[in-house]
Nanobody, 124 residues
Framework: EVQLVESGGGLVQPGGSLRLSCAASGFTFIDSAMGWLRQAPGKGLEWVSSINWRGDITHYAPSVKGQFTTSRDNAKNTLFLQMNSLKLEDTAVYYC?????????????????RGQGTQVTVSS
């Protein structure tokens, strides 16, 4: 069974940082493109970032480019999202997602599976 379990969310002040983690199991992680989605209160699901199976190619939504960094540790089947300079509008539930290897580079690519999510709240 495919499982994606996010952790690391919480409450942070504007300008602060958080690092999200996603533990993956039930599939061959090293063979899979991965990424992050988020859903802000009252809004739809938004693609945030993606990373190829090797971890050497990343893509970001314009709204987070230069602010967020996605990485992975294939030896530990873990995906990361480092979020810096957090803003009020970054408040959302963040989901780890598995993507097809032939479509992971932007918001047009549908996720194959996503986790249950972790809440990130940016507030003073």
């Amino acid at each position: 069974e495919v499982q994606l379990v996010e952790s690391g969310g919480g409450l942070v002040q504007p300008g602060g940082s958080l690092r999200l983690s996603c533990a993956a199991s039930g599939f061959t992680f090293i063979d899979s493109a991965m990424g992050w989605l988020r859903q802000a209160p009252g809004k739809g699901l938004e693609w945030v970032s993606s990373i190829n199976w090797r971890g050497d190619i990343t893509h970001y939504a314009p709204s987070v480019k230069g602010q967020f960094t996605t990485s992975r540790d294939n030896a530990k089947n873990t995906l990361f999202l480092q979020m810096n300079s957090l803003k009020l509008e970054d408040t959302a539930v963040y989901y780890c997602a598995r993507f097809p290897n032939d479509c992971y580079e932007d918001s047009s690519c549908p996720a194959l599976r996503r986790g249950q999510g972790t809440q990130v709240t940016v507030s003073s």
